[in-house]
């Protein structure tokens, strides 16, 4: 599967992907849902998620730090097979529920949603940060450190709490995404992945069994650990035409 996920990333436009997640052959590669169970139950974050650093991206991918150049994720879902080392490994349940009152009443979330048992996504408020509407060309370091320093306190109190040992993915958005709307995980799917760069939002815990994966939008910055360049706002297309777009994929089960 390893191998596999390998050669995409080397093969044509594919080599663009900042993620790529390996599943055993039968798996339905459309079905969200049945993407969510096998990162839930298969995926051991110390084991099976590896990044690979300085690899080539897209010109216009702007979450990442250098143009052309960003890090790359690579999750392997797979069943091992019997020689892998991995194989016969009991991934255990997460804390499901549980935790939703809890994570709800800390400060600064504004949302809480349980995608699956060891998945969490949290959203919250990001001082100055950019809205999806609006461009921002200028450096804000000050904001930047702020935004910073307000998702490692959000992570780092959430991994505090009793239960959360196998809470092994958590995202961080902004809250102008609505974990109650209709449509929400099409949004929060644009979000992980538009917002997000590896080298700079996916922090790993101490034991490497857990990850916080940060698909706050970035406020431009030069000094920081990580490099945040101009971010653009998101192309508004005319009413008329998205509610054509929406009826087709209702039509299409999309």
Do not use: C, Y
């Given at each position: 599967a390893r191998k596999t996920a390998l050669g995409l990333l080397g093969a044509g436009q594919l080599m663009f992907l900042k993620s790529i997640v390996a599943c055993d052959p039968e798996h339905p590669v459309k079905d969200l849902d049945t993407l969510l169970d096998v990162l839930d139950s298969k995926v051991d974050i110390s084991g099976d998620v590896q990044v690979l650093q300085g690899q080539v991206a897209d010109s216009l991918a702007h979450a990442s730090p250098h143009l052309n150049v960003h890090d790359k994720v690579m999750i392997d879902a797979s069943s091992p097979t019997h020689d892998d080392p991995m194989f016969g490994?009991?991934?255990?349940?997460?804390?499901?529920?549980?935790?939703?009152?809890?994570?709800?009443?800390?400060?600064?979330?504004?949302?809480?949603?349980?995608?699956?048992?060891?998945?969490?996504?949290?959203?919250?408020?990001?001082?100055?940060?950019?809205?999806?509407?609006?461009?921002?060309?200028?450096v804000n370091e000050e904001g930047a450190a702020a935004q910073r320093e307000h998702i490692v306190n959000l992570r780092d109190?959430?991994?505090?709490?009793?239960?959360?040992?196998?809470?092994?993915?958590?995202?961080?958005?902004?809250?102008?995404?609505?974990?109650q709307a209709d449509g929400w995980r099409r949004k929060l799917l644009w979000q992980f992945f538009c917002r997000f760069d590896v080298a700079r939002d996916l922090h790993f815990d101490e034991n490497r069994s857990r990850l916080a994966w940060d698909a706050t939008a970035p406020i431009p910055s030069n000094t920081g650990p990580h490099t945040v360049r101009r971010w653009p706002g998101v192309t508004l297309?005319?009413?008329?035409?998205?509610?054509k777009v929406e009826?087709?994929?209702?039509?299409?089960?999309?």
């Open positions: 490994l009991t991934i255990p349940d997460g804390p499901g529920e549980s935790l939703v009152d809890s994570v709800s009443q800390i400060e600064g979330v504004t949302q809480v949603r349980m995608l699956r048992p060891s998945m969490m996504v949290v959203t919250t408020h990001i001082e100055g940060g950019p809205r999806p509407e609006e461009s921002v060309e200028t109190t959430i991994w505090s709490l009793k239960g959360t040992e196998n809470l092994r993915w958590l995202f961080i958005t902004d809250d102008d995404a609505d974990l297309h005319d009413p008329e035409i998205e509610a009826a087709w994929m209702k039509q299409n089960n999309l």
